[in-house]
């Protein structure tokens, strides 16, 4: 598999080049078609009858996080691609132009921002209990943080070696100069994930009272949300 050349030391330009694959297939991934369902799903939830209007309101914050982590996805592998901001129907151009570097950014982090001021914080024992992986403010903030912190890094941030990809009209996908409140922007909101009062570094302490950094380390991927306030978003197995 691809996971296992990757971690033996044996992966080269050759796999690829051989007809196999382990990156991201801009095709063949269900991003697209999860981007879609989830526009969907924004666009018709309101004609659900009985349905009260804050559970309608909070799902559609958690449809734009799903959209959110799709273009995530995308946005780490390609920088700027076409911004689809609803569903398309048979009749519409969907031949876009990629967007901008800057363009996707925006669209992912206006996204996130939006559905932060609709969600809770975090999960209640309760609703853990019956719903766990359900997205919240919390989730939604630490992925703006995360595709904040990959728009700053030279990868994006005045990559000189992207000066040649450019729409068919010319437009540069890479701006070449590097822009240091880039990282102002992404520190900003890592500080506000780590300032989150409900969420902490999951730490397990040796008898003298000092923290066991090793245990700690270990058991932080065999405990569950509910004991565990280093878990921001889990998917539940």
């Not at 349905?51 to 914050?61: G, I, N, T, Y």
């Not at 990282?183 to 009062?197: C, G, N, T």
């Not at 040796?206 to 380390?217: F, K, N, Q, V």
Request: proline fraction near 4%; charge should be negative.
């Amino acid at each position: 598999s691809g996971a296992a050349i990757h971690y033996n030391g044996t992966y080269s330009a050759d796999y690829e080049n051989n007809g196999y694959s382990s990156k991201y297939s801009y095709y063949q991934r269900p991003c697209w078609l999860g981007i879609r369902r989830a526009w969907l799903f924004i666009e018709n939830v309101d004609r659900v009858p009985n349905m009260k209007e804050a559970e309608k309101q909070r799902l559609k914050a958690e449809a734009k996080v799903i959209i959110a982590m799709h273009y995530c996805d995308l946005f780490r592998h390609y920088g700027g691609v076409p911004i689809v901001d609803h569903a398309y129907t048979a009749n519409e151009d969907m031949q876009k132009e990629r967007g901008t570097v800057q363009e996707t950014l925006d669209f992912i982090v206006n996204l996130l921002d939006e559905a932060a001021d609709v969600l809770p914080w975090a999960m209640s024992a309760a609703e853990n209990r019956e719903w766990e992986g359900r997205l919240t403010k919390a989730s939604a903030m630490g992925l703006k943080a995360r595709i904040l912190l990959f728009a700053a890094s030279p990868l994006f941030n005045g990559n000189e070696d992207f000066r040649d990809v450019v729409n068919k009209d010319g437009t540069p996908l890479f701006s070449q100069s590097k822009d240091n409140s880039k990282w102002e922007r992404a520190a900003k909101a890592a500080k506000l994930v780590i300032d989150m009062p409900e969420y902490d570094l999951y730490k397990e302490y040796l008898d003298d009272g000092s923290i066991d950094a090793l245990m700690s380390c270990i058991n932080l991927f065999l405990t569950t949300p509910t004991n565990n306030k280093e878990i921001i978003l889990a998917y539940p197995g």
